[in-house]
């Protein structure tokens, strides 16, 4: 069933899976890992991800998400423009991000400001960002540093943009190739005090009591996306199979265990 990112979203101390698709197998593997554990899950696109155009796959998504028998909200992760954001409510995406994040706090106010009035004219939620998490999807490990996320500035932005949920730069980086994680928890624990829900980005590579801490401080949404193209990645090259539906079926699969796995785990179920 169709649900914005308020009707998913859980209580303090779990969080939900926000997973990055790039197809629609993917999208149905997730589900599938949703609805066998009976938990509410949220599918992602990124439009800097690739794949096809969000106008060919939000018609399949919408319909996935709506004949699903658990909670399902479509979400467009890191809007990069105001464009974006119309774009993906006019598909009939239920949330939206407008990833402000590296610009300065003035105009990314204004710009999420913004979103947030048309995202409510179409019932939708919104998702911001302050301090931006560092890294990408190319070979190289990013060098980049973490811009952290100001206490001060992220409660000024929520009373100035009215958004849904945040999302927090605390250690993590986006991408495939990463070097170590430092996790700056103490951080954590001061913004797990502002009156919003947190959103973890670059959440890959990070072991079961990472996941713990983070969620017990305050995280209640949490994004994947790298762990999933590695897993897909990995099985297309150890299955030996001489049809292409038998490729698929098997890829499908290790998503589905994938999720389940990290639903459980953040879940704490």
């Known amino acids: 069933m169709l649900a914005t990112l308020r009707e998913v979203l859980p209580e303090k101390g779990r969080a939900v899976g926000a997973f990055d698709v790039v197809g629609l197998e993917w999208a149905e593997a997730i589900l599938e890992g949703a609805e066998t554990l009976g938990l509410p899950v949220i ?3 990124a439009p800097h991800l690739g794949g096809p155009p969000l106008r060919a796959l939000a018609p399949g998504l919408r319909v996935l ?3 699903a028998r658990v909670p399902v909200a479509l979400h467009l992760d890191h809007g990069e423009n105001l464009r974006e954001v119309v774009e993906a409510l006019r598909f009939g995406f239920t949330s939206v991000m407008l990833d402000g994040s590296h610009l300065p706090l003035e105009e990314n106010i204004h710009l999420t400001r913004l979103a947030v009035e048309v995202a409510r004219a179409y019932g939708a939620t919104v998702e911001g960002e302050v301090g931006a998490v560092p890294g990408g999807y190319g ?8 811009a952290y996320t100001d206490p001060v500035e992220a409660r000024r932005y929520l009373e100035e943009t009215g958004v849904d949920a945040l999302a927090v730069s605390i250690g993590t980086r986006h991408g495939l190739h ?3 994680v430092r996790l700056n928890l103490p951080l954590l624990e001061e913004l797990g005090q502002l009156p919003v829900p947190l959103v973890l980005h670059g959440a890959s590579g990070l072991s079961p009591e ?3 801490a983070l969620v017990a401080r305050g995280i209640r949404k949490i994004n994947l996306y790298a762990d999933l193209a590695l897993e897909a990645a990995s099985v297309l090259k150890k299955v030996e199979a001489e049809d292409y539906l038998s490729l698929v079926a098997a890829m499908k699969e290790g998503l589905k265990d994938l999720a389940m796995a990290r639903m459980r785990l953040w879940w704490g179920s």
């Open 65 to 67: 998400a709506e004949e």
């Open 210 to 212: 990472e996941y713990r």
């Open 43 to 45: 599918l992602s696109v």
């Open 139 to 146: 070979g190289e490990v990013s060098q980049e540093l973490v």
């Open 178 to 180: 990463k070097g170590p």
